[in-house]
């Protein structure tokens, strides 16, 4: 069965220094993982994905994550945290299973940055 | 805004009202979906919609009741309800065949805060 972790609740960084959100995962088979933002009161916005392709994935607003099969993890990060990406980031992991794709969502990382 | 279209923002409703819960897209999304957020736990998956036939339900009262007359609409029919339904209730669409797929994100509407008193 398919699950994600995610490691830290919540993560604090100052404006200006690096970001890392973990992640890990669970799969009996290749899955697709996504990395998703929601800022208060939004709904969630895709920030990046894999399936299968390069293993350092660009997303938008400067964030990347990596895809460390050995490993079973896909951490988010960003080399210089604003203000703006104060928000919560959700980890998600997706897996053919009986004929269905099925999306696992982690509990979610709020990313609080400071001035 | 993102695509994916969401009616009311915000719902207050007691106990014994009928309300509805509205979702438009006009991406051409093939794939339309209800998820419940509720604070300290994971997004519930609630509904599935592929090609305006429902795929999947995920054990969901009977006091929910979703709808999809086309391809761009999707309602949540609510009656009932119970205090603890109170949650941020999300809707997204995907263009996946089936339902997820590796390819694929999904879009989300920017949800309806629901609060049953």
């Known amino acids: 069965a398919q699950s994600v972790t995610q490691l830290d609740s919540h993560v604090s960084v100052s404006e200006g220094t690096p970001v890392l959100l973990r992640c890990n995962y669970s799969?009996?088979?290749?899955?697709?993982l996504f990395w998703y933002v929601q800022h208060p009161n939004k709904g969630l916005q895709l920030l990046l994905k894999?399936?299968?392709?390069?293993?350092l994935v660009k997303g938008i607003n400067g964030f990347e994550a990596e895809f460390k099969k050995s490993e079973t993890s896909f951490h988010l990060t960003k080399p210089s945290a604003h203000m703006s990406d104060a928000a919560e980031y959700f980890c998600v992991v997706s897996e053919l299973n009986s004929g269905t794709y099925k999306y696992i969502f982690g509990t979610g990382t709020r990313l609080k940055v400071l001035a | 805004e993102t695509g994916v279209t969401q009616t009311p923002r915000h719902l207050v409703m007691g106990m014994t009202n009928k309300k509805s819960l509205k979702c438009e897209q006009h991406l051409g999304h093939n794939a339309m979906y209800w998820y419940k957020q509720s604070a300290k736990k994971p997004l519930e998956l609630m509904f599935v919609y592929s090609l305006e036939e429902r795929v999947e339900n995920n054990s969901v009262p009977s006091r929910f009741s979703p709808e999809c007359p086309n391809s761009s609409h999707l309602f949540l029919h609510l009656h009932t309800l119970q205090p603890e339904d109170s949650a941020l209730y999300l809707c997204?669409?995907?263009?996946?065949?089936?339902?997820?797929?590796?390819?694929?994100?999904?879009?989300f509407g920017s949800g309806t805060r629901l609060t049953v008193v």
């Open positions: 799969s009996s088979y290749s899955p697709s």
């Open positions: 894999y399936t299968s392709a390069a293993t």
């Open positions: 997204a669409s995907s263009q996946d065949a089936p339902p997820g797929g590796p390819n694929y994100g999904y879009t």
